[in-house]
């Protein structure tokens, strides 16, 4: 088999006018505007809303390609891309080759017939998809809606297109088309193999894979398949037919080493390799990477409800993540050094799972991959998301053919743990006056995509895994709106932001699995200066207010700023503040839902990333800049981590454990006024079992050595060899009601090669929420967010942007600014 790579430079001809630019492809038609000149940078200012018209114009990618003697004389010309966004008619030397109307089904055709040695011309018309939505709308028999954003493109749910792109309440509208991922021609003779996929049982210490091999043949004949795996090896002769046809293949491999989650063991994958060959002598060959691993949700009845925990090799793990957006909103910057980088993110977190939301695309083969090889797991949405959706013939077989396609694709990887129908389309019934007005008309509709379509593929092509109908949900079969309801399934919790109540909301409520909950904060200064220019920075400017998305964003994070902090004192500060107070909020949630396990058995906080720059609920800036969020993630997300919180006019003090063994060690309580001085302390042994957590102290404030707004505590747990302790801090009241001192930070700086410095840095009163920070553009910190208790030092290092010129100890320490609670306002 040959192939004819198809990437490069193709021509972009704007229909309307037919003007010609050139196009790299895989790629998108506005990034290829941007590089031409033809518009501006969308992520700057407000140049996004000036990018509105793409998507309402038909467009025409177009290339020459050469085929030698050889290749044209193969007999099968396979035209395969990957991903074509969206709607688009494929011609070669002027004759019609096929359609795509779903950018989630990869287009693959037959064109040895039309092909010729020589050159030869292909065409791809990328039709309107806003005009095509439109269209759509209209011959409908009744309204289906969709949910809305501040600049957004009508009826994205009647196309089979990453929702997001239409805008969403992150994230920009750029109704873009193109190619992307893979785009090529294969040329073979004898057998093809089109796909394999497998399926495992286990039998003691003998593990089953059943190889499922699909075949196509230009003509019909004997074909010897063989498979290896792991030191052993399968075989099988098939008569072949013409055309498409599958075989499958089993293999016997003993005690292979099992794949595990991050955290929990190791991520062994062994390689599979299907060869198939004729008795010309011809043969062709597929290899894929597989883990050995058993999988089972635990969704059951039980006295508090019903349990949601995944068992993975006869352990149940907590679930501890985030959720996953695209990572870039103009497809041609999607690429596998940013996707490695967040995800790498997120494992320096200790998170384990990652949830792939419904509202942007399947991601990448080389997300899956490296999922695989990092053990980290995977919650996949089907690409659904926010909205009702039409139940017509045409629709459904559409969406069957997408879902067919990608379950295929991704059943073998170990990450998957679930596959989810939806996000949040269950509960957007009672959103719309329509679906308000008619419920089951839509829910008969919703039934008739989420189970009759998605649901009964799943379990027909991936039984070995679990199926979700929707998140939030109850579980199979159940048809309620789960969004706030903790007792059984996942919950999405959102009563914090979107109805602005105090972070000890989060105590109110003990979900089984929270798979959405979050609080936005604005971007750093390192982001703000990528959109806005000097005169724009301000949070109500109105480039600032565009980079926010949602209708009442800005107004959540100053009222809510205002309910903890005294007004901070300048611009700076209050980007600042806003990235504590989402710190804040994260940790209130994480720390009291993982005390309660294994009643809780996973928290998956909204978001992990950004598709621009902009205000938002994530953790990494766009650009994989670390908000202090992630910071504190690091701290709250370890294995065994302190906790601290406040309920019932008691301070609840402890650990939890959500590892695989007992941990033992001490847990020492302290209670410290604002000039540093210990008011209390105490110590004791303490012991935690796998996924459990324990209550060391629940101490009534009334009773402590000093009013509330008088001090703080801090809980630290050491365990046997540990350096340093893990900590947990909290005020006892809001902030705005103590009088923190001046620390007067002490910072030395050592060079460690590399770029790399080393800061010791002191105090003399403790510095809340310490934030080293150097002015735009600059690398990052370590560590950041964090206390410092006079008496400690504490060493962080300084990590220079790649490409980033090195900076001098003495260069880094003009510039740099200890931000702590007490500089935000005075």
Known sequence: MATLDLSGIWKLIRIADGSVRPCPLPGDIASALIASGELSEPYRGMAELDAQWIGREDWLLERDFELSAELAGAERLVLELDMIDTLADLRLNGQDIGASANMFIPFSADIAALAKEGINTLSITIRSPEKAALAAAALLPYPVPASTYPVCSPHRNLIRKAQCMAGWDWGPCLMTGGLYDGLRIQATSGPRITRVHTSMRNKGDEWLVSCAIELNMATAQRVNLVAKLAGAQGGLSVDAPAGSSSHTLDISVHKPELWWPAGHGGQRLYELNVEAS?????????????????LRLINEADEQGRSMAFEINGRRIFLKGANWIPQDALPSRWNDSVEKSLIDAALEAYMNCLRVWGGGRYESDSFYDYCDAKGMLVWQDFMFSCATYPALPEFLKNVEREAESQILRLKDHPSIILWCGNNEDLGAIGWFDESRAQPSRYLVDYDRLNEGVLGRL???????????PSSPSAGPGDYSDNWHADNAGDMHYWSVWHEGKSFSAYLDVRPRLCSEFGFQSLPSSHSVAVFAEPSQRNVTSPVFEHHQRHPRGNELIMTTMLRYFRMPKGFEETLYLSQVQQAMAIRTAVDYWRSTMPRCMGTLYWQLNDVWPCASWSSLEYGGRWKLLHHDAKRFYESVAPYLYVKDGALHAGASNDGSTMWQGSIRLRIIDFAGSTLMEEAKELELGQLSAQVAWALPLARLAALPQDCFAVAELRGPGAEQPSRAWLFLTEPKRCEPRDPTIRVEAKALGGGR???????????????????????????????????ETKTIEYRPLKGEEALSPEALLSGLRCMNLWDSYN
């Open 458 to 468: 799943v379990r027909s092509l991936d039984p070995d895994r679990p199926w979700w």
């Open 278 to 294: 004729d008795g010309k002598g011809r043969s062709t060959s597929l290899a894929k990477r597989l883990g050995f691993r058993s």
């Open 757 to 791: 410095i080393a800061l010791s840095l002191r105090c003399e009163a403790p510095a809340f929420w310490l934030t080293p920070q150097l002015p735009a553009p600059a690398g990052g910190f370590s560590d950041e967010g964090f206390l410092l208790l006079p008496g």
